[in-house]
């Protein structure tokens, strides 16, 4: 298996404009997740997935921030408009729910976004 | 505010001793906790986990105890080596899947 697959890897923009993050998570997997990571606050969950359903939104910084899973091998994070303040390497994991607690997460290598 | 705090963000230890990652956190409804690592342009990944029935759990040279009327829990490796040197995150589950994160640790390993 390649792993989670994310993209692009690197994005540069600058502020007011519309980012939008992919993910694939790994075939199997039931749940989906979205991180954030800065040096002040280090790993955020922003949202997760459970079978393509959106569990826990809570992070979501604000409404410029939106997240959507149409299917079981596609999901997206998308930024708009985007602001300085959002620069940060966006994070997507997946994990397989079944049979246990804290199950292992597999990561992505993340997506690093500078608004400039 | 942080439900999970990882108050060190740097650690420096020489190859060949013992290197001490801590963690504390505040929900005493947190039952399962986690260890991650993660090197620079990759994501994290796993390293070792623990359950509240424990206070130990052993793997290879990386063993993390929980004390949990201290609400704290530490990760040990030894000995260190310098592939070692990342960032460690320490990691509590909060319903089934959720997990939240401290700041992270940067450990370097001197040789």
């Known amino acids: 298996d390649a792993g989670v697959i994310q993209s692009p890897r690197h994005e540069v923009t600058e502020m007011g404009q519309e980012v939008t993050l992919r993910c694939k998570p790994i075939s199997g997997h039931d749940y989906l997740f979205w991180y954030r990571q800065t040096m002040m606050r280090g790993l955020e969950l922003l949202i997760y997935?459970?079978?393509?359903?959106?569990?826990?939104d809570s992070g979501m910084p604000e409404d410029r921030f939106s997240a959507k899973m149409p299917n079981a091998s596609f999901s997206t994070l998308k930024i708009q408009p985007s602001e300085p303040r959002d620069s940060a390497v966006y994070f997507c994991a997946s994990t397989q729910g079944a049979g246990g607690q804290g199950n292992e997460q597999f990561f992505g290598p993340g997506t690093r976004l500078t608004v400039l | 505010d942080q439900q999970v705090k990882q108050n060190s963000p740097s650690l420096s230890v020489q190859e060949g001793r013992i290197s001490i990652l801590n963690c504390d956190y505040t929900n005493s409804m947190f039952d399962y906790f986690l260890w991650y690592k993660k090197y620079p342009a990759e994501g994290p990944t796993f390293l070792i986990s623990i359950s509240s029935i424990k206070d130990k759990n052993e793997d290879g040279r990386f063993t993390v105890f929980l004390n949990k009327s201290a609400k704290h829990l530490s990760l040990h490796i030894v000995p260190s080596q310098p592939g070692d040197s990342a960032v460690y995150f320490c990691a509590a589950v909060q319903g089934a899947q959720k997990l939240v994160f401290g700041q992270g640790t940067r450990l370097t390993i001197n040789p």
């Open positions: 997935f459970n079978n393509n359903v959106p569990i826990d």
